[in-house]
């Protein structure tokens, strides 16, 4: 396994622009998740995939913001018409029944992440 | 709702010293999931460990357990034998809902870790 992929690690944008955020699941993990994480705090969560279908979406996740899963591999993620409160980190993970938990848990694996900054 | 407590911002250890830190979580459901992650500088999230609610034993994993007491809801990690490279966020999460489906984490604020040689 070559561990969750995310692109671009930084971003730097001014207010107003919109950006797009790439994530590689581990291959043959059918469920990927986003989440944001701003500083001094823990992630929170604001998308679910299971293979291409976006089965919850947070209410954090504005209409400026969407997410997609095209053939179920990658995902990206996208902010129009950024603000300067959605600088945080935009965190990818998957996992898959083969790292199942007792009782229906998973073992979730996380990207390093990409580091948002709206000027 | 549910709910994850982590009173600790930061936490100071000498290597090769154990450190414990603290989880306090709040649920209604009767069945449940507890992590606990690593976040080094690097950024990516790391599974550590898990104890499930109905599980009798404390779980272990390596150097680090899971100091479980139901009835006072918490779910302290206790890391043995401190190194260097245990210098990191660590987060304490429970799952949102339970049984089968997605596991979607509610996380808390995290203790940053220092691990002094």
């Known amino acids: 396994d070559t561990g969750v992929s995310q692109d671009p690690r930084h971003k730097i944008t001014k207010r107003g622009q919109n950006v797009t955020f790439r994530c590689d699941p581990i291959s043959e993990h059918n469920r990927l998740y986003w989440y944001r994480q701003t500083l001094g705090q823990g992630p929170e969560f604001l998308t679910y995939?299971?293979?291409?279908?976006?089965?919850?979406k947070s209410r954090l996740l504005s209409d400026r913001f969407s997410a997609e899963r095209p053939k179920g591999s990658f995902s990206t993620l996208e902010i129009q018409r950024t603000e300067q409160g959605d600088s945080a980190m935009y965190l990818c993970?998957?996992?898959?029944?083969?790292?199942?938990?007792?009782?229906?848990?998973?073992?979730?694996?996380f990207g390093s992440g990409t580091q948002l900054s709206v000027l | 709702a549910q709910k994850i407590t982590q009173t600790q911002p930061g936490m100071f250890v000498q290597e090769k010293e154990a450190v414990t830190l603290d989880c306090t979580y709040d649920t209604s459901d009767q069945s449940y999931g507890l992590f606990w992650y690593k976040q080094p500088s690097s950024g990516e999230m790391i599974f550590l460990i898990y104890q499930g609610s109905y599980d009798e034993q404390n779980a272990t994993e390596g150097r680090y357990s899971l100091n479980f007491q139901k009835a006072r809801k918490s779910a302290n990690l206790v890391i043995s034998a401190s190194q260097l490279g245990d210098s990191a966020m660590y987060f304490c999460a429970m799952r949102e809902g339970f049984g089968g489906g997605y596991n979607k984490l509610i996380f808390g604020a995290g203790t940053r870790l220092a691990v002094h040689p």
């Open positions: 995939f299971q293979n291409e279908a976006q089965l919850e």
């Open positions: 993970a998957s996992s898959s029944r083969r790292d199942t938990l007792p009782r229906y848990n998973e073992k979730l694996f």
